[in-house]
């Protein structure tokens, strides 16, 4: 590519093979990837299609094997392993469906931990989380610790965690997974929310219902874009 991409995320070629067992897994084929500030993505397609592959190259925890990927116009595949962990903790907000909460923190020191690592003093680092959790609608919770809270209630502490930093784009993997319908349905609003407010979302998904919620779908297979396509016209 010979020029920045002014896209919030641009892939070209992007491409990432396994070793295993004697053999080679094709985990992405060339994936060519654009997605602008703001937008709303759901990625889908069956297991071992390239789904938790392609997160984890957008979201920094893996690196191509061939291929370019941009965040924000900075060239991350090009990038050490020090600076990957510094857009990683900066540009990037995970929300997973496993939650990955400290069991003994409270909900507040859950929250500020991306903080700690970024060096941010411990004032205003209290300010931001507190901010955080009021956002998710967990200003009554947060002295509390996970075994204290229900699953939807740990999984907001998650997406709050995931905002404090303040990220350019919001990667939530499956996180209705490990939620009843009508507490997914609540998270699912408050990304609803949180895409209203302007936040680049993406989202992996195997629930169509839950993609639905996107206004683009990708669908991969076999490491390859199967199909993307607009799902539903955006409201602002």
Known sequence: MDERPDATIVTQNLQRRYHMGGEVVHALRGVDLKIDHGEYV????????GKSTLMNMIGCLDTPDEGEYWLNGKLVSEMNDRELARVRNGEVGFVFQTFNLLPRANALHNVEMPLIYGGMKRKERLERAAAALKRVGLADRMSHRPSEMSGG???????ARALVTEPSILLADEPTGNLDSTTGNEIMALFDELH?????????????????????????????IETDERTRTRDH
Do not use: F, K, Y
């Open 42 to 49: 759901a990625v889908m397609g069956p297991s071992g299609s």
């Open 153 to 159: 209630q740990r999984q907001r502490v998650a997406v």
């Open 196 to 224: 209203e407010a302007g936040h680049t979302i993406i989202l992996v998904t195997h629930e169509p219902h839950i993609a639905e919620h996107a206004e683009r779908s990708i669908v991969l297979r076999d490491g390859s």
